[in-house]
């Protein structure tokens, strides 16, 4: 089956650093991809919706210049936590959807720990 | 956005059948019914998806309602892999999916 990859799938960092992830999908080309972020025993909270080529959208609430996404190609989307704090601490998940079928595909997950 | 209810909990014992089940009163003709499950600390899972017809795959089958408005994940014989969160979505190809707080299935051996 199609497969997104994500890295790292664990990172710590000092509060005040910035963190990128990657979101990959290895094995077919994604116009859109989506990011989001879960607290423990919580549902997935959609962050934004990236598109190859163009802006994120993001949806309400999220800090677009907080949380810096690009798309720049059809296998490839980063999301960055500038200047990170002990808040933004979190389960980051990256879906992207197969152009082909319509599907969507997830990542593993990434963990971030602000210290 | 189209809204989706599940119970918050169920319980199956292992080698059982379980039927998660799925309200979606305010489906439109356009929405997809997906289904999606996590384990902890993983990113959600693929399991099926449906229109309007019945749907089986290796994982699972998923009845519709005539009607639409509710649906039923059918898992034929639980393993302890299989507890998890399911998450029932509704959604178009071309929408972003946005996940309720799903239904957490335990599995007793």
């Known amino acids: 089956g199609a497969v997104v990859s994500q890295h790292p799938s664990r990172v710590i960092c000092k509060s005040g650093t910035s963190v990128k992830i990657e979101c990959r999908s290895l094995?077919?080309?994604?116009?859109?991809m989506f990011w989001y972020r879960q607290f423990p025993k919580k549902s997935l909270m959609l962050m934004a919706t990236?598109?190859?080529?163009?802006?994120?959208?993001?949806e309400q609430g999220v800090e677009k210049d907080k949380f810096l996404i690009n798309h720049a190609s059809l296998t490839l989307s980063t999301l960055t936590v500038t200047s990170a704090h002990p808040e933004d601490s979190s389960f980051y998940i990256c879906?992207?959807?197969?152009?082909?079928?319509?599907?969507?595909?997830f990542g593993e997950g990434s963990r971030l720990t602000v210290l | 956005d189209a809204k989706t209810t599940q119970p918050n909990s169920m319980e199956s014992n292992e080698e059982e059948p379980v039927h998660l089940p799925c309200n979606h009163s305010?489906?439109?003709?356009?929405?997809?019914i997906h289904w999606y499950r996590q384990l902890p600390s993983q990113g959600p899972e693929y399991v099926i998806h449906?229109?309007?017809s019945n749907v089986n795959n290796r994982m699972a089958s998923l009845a519709i309602a005539e009607d639409r408005k509710s649906s039923t994940l059918i898992l034929h014989r639980a393993t302890l892999r299989d507890a998890a969160v399911y998450y029932c979505?509704?959604?178009?190809?071309?929408?972003?999916?946005?996940f309720g707080p799903g239904t957490s299935l335990s599995v007793i051996p």
């Open positions: 305010t489906i439109s003709g356009t929405d997809y």
């Open positions: 979505i509704l959604s178009t190809f071309y929408d972003k999916v946005i």
């Open positions: 990236s598109n190859e080529g163009s802006k994120a959208t993001y």
């Open positions: 879906s992207a959807r197969d152009e082909g079928s319509g599907e969507l595909f």
């Open positions: 094995d077919f080309q994604a116009t859109t």
């Open positions: 449906g229109l309007t």
